[in-house]
């Protein structure tokens, strides 16, 4: 592989629209048979629905198959075939890893793959690595401790496969990660927004080291939001000086979406490998136009232990107006994952986005990057509580940024909020994915 070939994959990244979706649509046609004579699970829900492997002639069909939701997904899960349960279409002795989901949302999911699977990873990353801009010359870093969760492991197999060096660091704290990349002079690396800003912070603040003046160029983000937001992205880029690019995927899809070196605000979905699907949340009615958001149903076209066909992922996106400049042919999602369904509340009567308090708080200088917000009911009223930290060098701008905080609130999210400006470091810090908003409502109607 050339350093200056632009795409991973020449052929699919440049393929004329329709020959994408005659190759989707081959493709989704041939998975949809593979778990319908695979799974009892499948099978049962395609035959309660009446949609059978010879029903599905277009995208339109595609729309009649039922989506597979978590849940069912935790239903059959520690039974047989054990733990997986009868969605798996392979024999267990063909099973070469498990994973499982964060379980942010509830009890996590298994997910089995096959060494086939785990080389599909691979290669999905690999699409993700190359239109970010890593080479066979780059030495990457990875800062995080891998375990049963998917999240960098494919991102370090697919950086060895495009031929870059690779450097493990995960056993290693926050201050031995920095003197490492510093020691080695590596050039990229990979984690969460809040590990990524939480490195910068720890070397700017313990150790006097400046991280825009280490050698990373280029940093991949996943697992949150942030790098697709505006604020935090410029935080991000900032603080290391480099590039920051966003990815989204999930253990029960795989690595479908990314950030290309364009920086077009928004992220290319892979479409040769995934077919992305968006659903009015409301009716569930399927979106083609741009600019109108809704929840992704999404189909891994080659995945086949445990498939995920038209799965109800809750990512709220929206198609972007334009292609990209970059020459990809794959249609760009605006503004990445804007957000979670089961996190779009209803606060005082006004539709709450958190990553729009995000944006907000990562825009207004003199404050840190963490942050908190806790929605709860005070008598009959609902109050959210923000608190932020601001920084020791705007110590004596309180009045001034409190004003600027509170303007832009309301500009964005069209509500109020009781401020809390709290010193620097007051806040948690997060290892991973951070847990900032908390909605004290709903855990008093669960208890
Ligand atoms: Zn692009």
Redesign the pocket.
């Known amino acids: 592989m050339k350093e200056s070939q632009k795409y991973w994959n020449p052929v699919l990244e440049t393929l004329p629209i329709e020959k994408i979706r005659e190759l989707q649509l081959g493709k989704f046609k041939k998975i949809f048979k593979w778990a319908y004579d695979h799974s009892k699970f499948h099978r049962k829900l395609y035959d309660a629905a009446g949609v059978k492997p010879k029903d599905i002639r277009s995208f339109e069909d595609i729309r009649h198959v039922p989506t597979v939701e978590k849940s069912m997904m935790r239903d059959i899960q520690g039974k047989d075939p054990f733990p997986y349960g009868d969605a798996l279409c392979v024999p267990l002795e063909e099973v070469t890893i498990f994973r499982q989901t964060s379980g942010t949302t509830g009890q996590p999911v298994y997910q089995p793959d096959t060494w086939q699977d785990w080389e599909w990873w691979m290669e999905s990353w690999a699409y993700i690595l190359w ?1 970010q801009g890593y080479r066979p010359s780059d030495r990457v870093f990875i800062p995080f401790g891998y375990n049963i969760f998917v999240a960098f492991w494919a991102g370090h197999y697919a950086a060895e496969k495009i031929g870059c060096e690779v450097i493990p660091g995960g056993v290693l704290d926050t201050k031995a990660r920095i003197l490492k990349i510093q020691e080695l002079r590596a050039t990229a690396m990979m984690g969460t927004p809040t590990y990524i800003l939480g490195m910068a912070e720890t070397a700017r603040m313990k150790m006097d080291v400046d991280p825009s003046k280490l050698t990373i160029e280029k940093i991949t983000c996943a697992g949150e939001c942030g790098a697709s937001i505006p604020s935090t992205k410029k935080r991000l880029q900032d603080a290391w000086g480099a590039k920051v690019y966003d990815h989204a995927g999930a253990t029960e899809i795989g690595a479908w979406s990314f950030e ?1 070196q ?1 920086q ?1 605000g928004g992220m ?1 979905v892979n479409e040769a490998l995934f077919l992305a699907e968006i659903a009015d949340m409301e009716t569930g009615e399927i979106i083609e136009e741009p600019g109108r958001r809704g929840k992704m149903i999404i189909t891994a076209l080659d995945r086949q232990a445990q498939p995920c066909v038209r799965f109800d992922s809750k990512d709220v996106i929206e198609w972007a107006a334009e292609p ?3 020459g ?1 042919t794959s249609r ?1 999602i605006q503004g990445g994952v804007v957000g979670r369904a089961d996190d779009i509340t209803k606060v005082k009567g006004v539709l709450l986005a958190p990553s729009a308090i995000e944006e907000v708080v990562r825009s207004v200088d003199g404050l840190g990057d963490e942050y908190e917000v806790v929605v709860d009911k005070v008598g009959d009223a609902d109050q959210i509580k923000l608190r932020v930290e601001v920084l020791p060098e705007a110590q004596d701008q309180y009045q001034l940024i409190e004003t600027e905080l509170q303007d832009q609130l309301r500009l964005k999210t069209n509500l109020r909020y009781d401020l809390e400006i709290c010193g620097c470091e007051t806040l948690p810090r997060y290892e991973v994915k951070a847990k900032r908003f908390k909605d004290l409502r709903k855990q008093k109607s669960e208890d």
């Open positions: 239109a290309c364009e077009p290319h990209c400049s970059c990809r760009l």
